[in-house]
């Protein structure tokens, strides 16, 4: 199946020159499977050892447009919109914890037929995809973990209590609707440098939002943030032994930047890419640098 009408314009507008090429051989195949009995959108493309790319809180497989394409040359990569997210189903009263991700996770990585794979995940799907490695570890052969959720950054914990309350909760879904005009907002927040913002980047980021059920998934997602957390690290010397990537970006206004080194503390072999003046979104910013990062990092630990 082809891409949207819109991702392909948006994708169009995106990109350019050697790299556009790029695009068009390595262009991602939109699949679907049913999974606990909704429907799960996932992008597909190149061959090799399987790569599986997990989107943060705010994206869904839109964020990877980028990388795809250069990561497909050298891995079969799938890039999955979770259910809740992107244009995957809304499941009413979905279990949204860290652990029912991470299971829902491998759940999807059975239904496509991938034993073991490495794992690629941005933000809240850092912490997914590292959950996901220690509940299943001899499935994971490496770890690439973009600003990563983790338990030594202390942005985002007041944020969740505060909008997940129960004084605030129900005002922030009767606001849900006008959230897509301030989301542009919130977006180049996260950048570094705004200059780097490309054509279509917040009409894909928004395109979502339309979607009944979008923001009762978020704020689900942030009821056990804390606690998602604290599970984390007790869970994190299951998944000492695997190499892993770290990639920031050194003007993080999401995740703390200074956690990077407390995390790395966590593995035996794990190696730290931090992007100067670049924000939280490096694959957005910083999209060649990235995707060779990642590249050399495979092609080294292969």
Not at 108 to 117: E, I, M, R, T
């Amino acid at each position: 199946m082809e891409l949207s009408e819109l991702e392909k314009e948006i994708n169009v507008q995106s990109t350019s020159g050697p790299e556009s090429n790029l695009q068009t051989k390595y262009s991602p195949e939109e699949h679907w499977i049913t999974l606990d009995g909704a429907r799960m959108r996932y992008l597909y493309s190149g061959s090799g050892p399987a790569l599986l790319l997990v989107h943060g809180l705010l994206g869904y497989s839109f964020s990877w447009r980028f990388a795809m394409p250069v990561l497909a040359r050298q891995a079969t990569v799938y890039a999955v919109d979770m259910l809740g997210a992107g244009f995957s189903d809304r499941p009413a009263r979905l279990d949204c914890s860290l652990r029912a991700s991470a299971e829902r996770l491998l759940r999807f990585l059975d239904a496509v037929g991938v034993g073991s794979c490495d794992l690629l995940g941005d933000s809240q799907g850092g912490a997914v995809v590292m959950m996901a490695a220690a509940l299943a570890p001899g499935r994971t052969r490496r770890l690439i973990l973009v600003a990563p959720v983790n338990p030594w950054s202390a942005h985002g914990r007041w944020r969740a209590r505060f909008l997940s309350s129960r004084m605030i909760a129900p005002l922030f879904l009767r606001l849900a609707p006008y959230f897509k005009v301030a989301h542009g907002f919130f977006l180049r927040r996260l950048f570094g440098d705004t200059r780097r913002i490309r054509s279509g980047t917040l009409e894909g980021y928004s395109a979502p939002f339309s979607i009944p059920g979008a923001f009762e998934h978020k704020l689900a997602l942030l009821r056990s943030w804390n606690q998602d957390l604290q599970e984390l690290e007790s869970v994190l010397p299951r998944i000492a032994h695997i190499p892993t990537l770290l990639i920031w970006g050194s003007m993080d206004a999401a995740v703390s930047p200074e956690s990077a080194a407390r995390l790395r503390q966590e593995f035996k072999d794990c190696r730290l890419v931090m992007f100067d003046g670049v924000g939280h979104l490096p694959f957005e910013e910083m999209p060649e640098e990235f995707g060779r990062a990642v590249a050399e990092f495979l092609a080294r630990t292969g």
